[in-house]
């Protein structure tokens, strides 16, 4: 398909379309509408775009290999993994690299970049990481990191997107996680309190009344993040 070519047709159907309404008997009116026609004014040019190939860093195993990541990430973080097919290593973009390097020294760091180049991962890998040397230390069950998202829409997708990693693991999942939103059962919201998860997926007004609503059940789920290490925004 000609993309141009298929612009040209669509906007000629819709040059007759529009004009069939109104006959202009006047000639030096009909000049001056048609000027305007042929000159494009009511419609616009076409839309040229780039998408943009973000660098590319190492896979995961690498960073493992390196020692800049946890043993246990390299069997997390794998595509296209299906059944007895163990997949591929992740491979890093180089601001996902720099994510990493920058959480392991404890610094805290602001990641502004475009669509589909993998921002959850930069947050997410680095969290992981951490969650499995801190377990190595001390297993009790606590919450080490709590990300924050505008709605729950969003932490729907990114407990799916833990999923895709986490879930091969079934009920023994290296790291765990869990959402705390106020849609969870009573039973739920229990559970998260008796056995904390490691990650906490939860919502800016869930995380205000976690704080400020002193319900014991609250308290005690904000006392199992003391200590936490990340928060995301």
């Not at 398909?1 to 000639?27: L, N, Q």
Request: net charge negative; aromatic share 10%; with cysteine.
């Amino acid at each position: 398909m000609d993309v141009f070519k298929y612009r040209d047709a669509i906007v000629s159907d819709y040059r007759d379309f529009s004009t069939s309404f109104t006959k202009i008997d006047a000639k030096d009116i009909q000049s001056f509408v048609s000027k305007y026609y042929e000159s494009g004014y009511y419609w616009p040019d076409p839309l040229i775009q780039i998408n943009p190939a973000y660098v590319l860093g190492p896979t995961v195993e690498e960073l493992v290999a390196k020692g800049d990541l946890h043993p246990g990430c390299a069997e997390i973080f794998r595509f296209g993994r299906d059944g007895s097919n163990p997949g591929e290593s992740a491979r890093l973009f180089r601001h996902q690299e720099e994510a990493v390097e920058v959480a392991r020294n404890g610094d805290s760091y602001v990641l502004t970049t475009g669509t589909g180049s993998g921002k959850s991962l930069s947050y997410i890998l680095p969290i992981v990481d951490r969650v499995l040397r801190l377990k190595e230390k001390d297993p009790k069950p606590s919450i080490k990191a709590i990300i924050i998202y505008p709605m729950n829409a969003l932490v729907n997708s990114q407990h799916d997107e833990l999923d895709k990693f986490l879930g091969v693991f079934g009920n023994d999942k290296p790291v765990t996680y869990a959402s705390y939103t106020g849609q969870e059962s009573e039973e739920e919201r229990h559970s998260i309190a008796a056995s904390p998860t490691d990650i906490i997926l939860t919502n800016f007004m869930m995380l205000e009344l976690l704080m400020t609503r002193q319900n014991e059940l609250d308290r005690t789920v904000i006392r199992s993040a003391k200590g936490l290490k990340f928060l995301v925004l």
